[in-house]
C-alpha cells in the first residue's frame, strides 16, 4: 500500500509563485514514474506534468516554461515549482504515482487576478 500526502498548496496572486511537495510512503518510488494532475471546478482532471524515475519530463503545453517537475528519491517526493501562476492555474492539484497507480488527496491552489 502506497500513501501519498501533498502540501504546499494556497492562496497566491496573478505573477506569484507555489511549491507543491508530495511525499510517499512504501519503497516503490525511486522505481515509479509520478505525475501531477489538477481538476478546476466543472473541469475534467488533467495532466500538468510527469517524471520518470530517471528524471525525464514531460508537461501540458499550459505550463510549458512556467512549471518545472522534480524529485528526490532518497525522500520519496516529488515537487512541482509553480511559477508566473495566472488564474487560470486555480485547481486542485493532485499527486499520482503512475504504476501501479495510487492518487493522493489533493491541494488547493486559487490563483487571485
Known amino acids: 500500500q502506497v500513501q501519498l500526502v501533498e502540501s504546499g498548496g494556497g492562496l497566491v496572486q496573478a505573477g506569484g509563485s507555489l511549491r507543491l511537495s508530495c511525499a510517499a510512503s512504501?519503497?516503490?518510488?525511486?522505481?515509479?514514474?509520478m505525475a501531477w494532475y489538477r481538476q478546476a471546478p466543472g473541469k475534467q482532471r488533467e495532466l500538468v506534468a510527469s517524471?520518470?524515475?530517471?528524471?525525464?519530463?514531460n508537461y501540458a503545453d499550459s505550463v510549458k516554461g512556467r512549471f518545472t517537475i522534480s524529485r528526490v528519491n532518497a525522500q520519496n517526493t516529488v515537487f512541482l515549482q509553480m511559477n508566473s501562476l495566472k488564474p487560470e492555474d486555480t485547481a486542485v492539484y493532485y499527486c499520482?504515482?503512475?504504476?501501479?497507480?495510487?492518487w493522493g488527496q489533493g491541494t488547493q491552489v486559487t490563483v487571485s487576478s
Open positions: 499520482k504515482l503512475l504504476y501501479p497507480q495510487y
Open positions: 512504501g519503497s516503490i518510488f525511486s522505481t515509479s514514474a
Open positions: 517524471i520518470t524515475s530517471r528524471g525525464s519530463t
